[in-house]
Nanobody, 117 residues
Framework: QVQLVESGGGLVQPGGSLRLSCAASGFTFSGYVMSWYRQFPGKERELVAFITPTGSSTNYADSAKGRFTISRDNSKNTVYLQMNSLKPEDTAVYYC??????????WGQGTQVTVSS
């Protein structure tokens, strides 16, 4: 019963900020790498950032470096994506992802982020 539920998306002006949340359940959250992906219309999903189980290491796509921050709160089974200095090209559906042992991938339902003036 793995479940990932994203929230926090919406409409924001260029240069603005949003914080996305992904609430996880159905597995031992603290034992897994968590990732954020995004998908532009007509394109494949692309990695935005990931964070290791304890939060000790993170990695970002070049487009996100310096602007986005991934974090997690294992006590709340939640992973976050803080997005600052947003650009119109950040407009996409953002997804939370986890890969379970055995290689089974789980995705959240996605949350729409629109950056426009």
């Amino acid at each position: 019963q793995v479940q990932l539920v994203e929230s926090g998306g919406g409409l924001v002006q260029p240069g603005g900020s949003l914080r996305l949340s992904c609430a996880a359940s159905g597995f031992t959250f603290s034992g897994y790498v968590m990732s954020w992906y995004r998908q532009f219309p007509g394109k494949e999903r692309e990695l935005v950032a990931f964070i290791t189980p304890t939060g000790s290491s993170t990695n970002y796509a070049d487009s996100a470096k310096g602007r986005f921050t991934i974090s997690r709160d294992n006590s709340k089974n939640t992973v976050y994506l803080q997005m600052n200095s947003l650009k119109p090209e950040d407009t996409a559906v953002y997804y939370c992802k986890v890969v379970q042992w055995g290689g089974v991938t789980y995705w959240g339902q996605g949350t729409q982020v629109t950056v426009s003036s």
